[in-house]
């Protein structure tokens, strides 16, 4: 079941295997620092691009393997959305 998230500065989520989460940015408007953080098990997919929904094995996305963090600066777009490729994935977000 899809997901939507409205975190104001950060949030924990767990992720279900092929299940896409939204995440609207609250806040700051445009130039946000965005850090991400997969502690894992599975893989993380990650679109920024409102037009491309994250999805597993999509090659438009960018990927975290688990235990590795992104962070991203000068982040216009108030839109994320995650998918992970095994069920029960944990992913932290921050945003400035």
Partial sequence: MPQNITPKSHGHMTLAANDLVTITLTG???????????????????????????????????????????????????TLTLNADTASTLCDIVAL
């Fill in 28 to 78: 700051k408007s445009g130039n946000r620092a965005i850090a991400l953080k997969n502690s894992g098990p599975g893989v993380v997919w990650a679109s920024l691009d409102p037009g491309t929904a994250a999805a597993v094995g999509n090659a438009n996305c960018f990927t975290l393997k688990s235990g590795e963090t992104l962070n991203l600066t000068n982040v216009a777009s108030s």
